[in-house]
């Protein structure tokens, strides 16, 4: 669209997007992808200083990858108060709030997303999972039922689900559907894989949450991985020095899981580690250290 209309604002703000989303789990490094979202997004500002979704575009490379929140709430609020109803900036604005443990503010935010925008898969996920990053782990199951049953082949909104039961105990209704997610998703996105890794660690089955890492590595010889997705697996595993090493990378490559470390129950094993709190202060959290 930009090479037919370089005077598009609307059409950069899209690519920033892309380029942003583009990093969760479909194989783009951060460092590669971020500065290209960072100069469309400002780009689609220069053109339209007034476009809600250009300053929504900027909050996220502000949350995802400068790891500024006070920056990207400021973007995501000027977003809105430009539109209200523009979906996005209310769902990523809960995501800034999750990140910084104001979990009544965030679950406010993406419902108000969720209404603004019912059958986006990608908010629904993100209802589920902020309900559960929060520990409400029934209501977060009964909302990736729901979202399951109406669209029973997005093999995120599965992971998901039986990430929630895990946290539950439920280890073999997790498994179940973590498998089916990672048939589902034909190997496009890892996000089956290490949620799968980290349940069979959990439920003893040590060699096949080993092969999954094995597999990872493997595909780490032709593409980008994010360092935390080995992490998460070692975690599951109860091996907390590894998964600390390879949280170090992670923020080393900026991927976007240590944002929401101060909050996701697969951390609760490493909490009360030195090394966990240093992490939390370098992605610029230390207000959530105790």
Request: proline share 4%.
């Amino acid at each position: 669209a930009v090479e037919y209309e370089p005077g598009f604002a609307r059409a950069y703000a899209g690519l920033a997007d892309s380029y942003a989303l583009a990093t969760q789990g479909w194989g783009l490094a951060p460092k590669e992808v971020f500065p290209k979202a960072r100069e469309a997004a400002t780009r689609a500002l220069e053109l339209d200083s007034t476009l809600e979704e250009a300053h929504a575009s900027l909050g996220f490379v502000r949350m995802l990858f400068d790891w500024d929140w006070d920056g990207a709430e400021a973007a995501f609020k000027r977003a809105i108060d430009l539109n209200p109803n523009y979906a996005p900036a209310h769902h990523w604005l809960a995501l800034c709030f999750a990140a910084r443990a104001r979990h009544e503010e965030a679950i406010e935010e993406v419902e108000q997303a969720l209404a603004l925008d019912p059958q986006s898969t990608y908010i629904n996920v993100n209802v589920g999972y902020l309900l559960y990053v929060s520990r409400q782990y029934d209501r977060a199951a009964e909302h990736f039922k729901r979202a399951v049953e109406a669209n029973p082949k997005s093999a995120v909104l599965h992971t998901f689900l039986g990430g929630v039961y895990t946290q539950q105990g439920m280890l073999e209704e997790a498994i179940a559907h973590l498998e089916l997610a990672k048939e589902l998703s034909h190997g496009g996105t890892l996000m089956p894989d290490i949620y799968l890794g980290y349940t069979y660690g959990r439920a003893g089955r040590r060699n096949d949450a080993e092969r999954l890492l094995g597999e990872l590595q493997e595909l780490s010889a032709r593409r980008f991985v994010n360092p935390d997705y080995f992490a998460i697996i070692h975690l599951g595993l109860g091996e907390n020095d590894q998964a600390i090493q390879w949280l170090y990378r992670a923020y080393e490559e900026r991927t976007d899981w240590p944002i929401f470390i101060p909050v996701d129950p697969l951390t609760d094993s490493i909490r009360s580690d030195p090394r966990f709190k240093e992490l939390l202060g370098m992605v610029g959290l230390s207000e959530l250290i105790r």
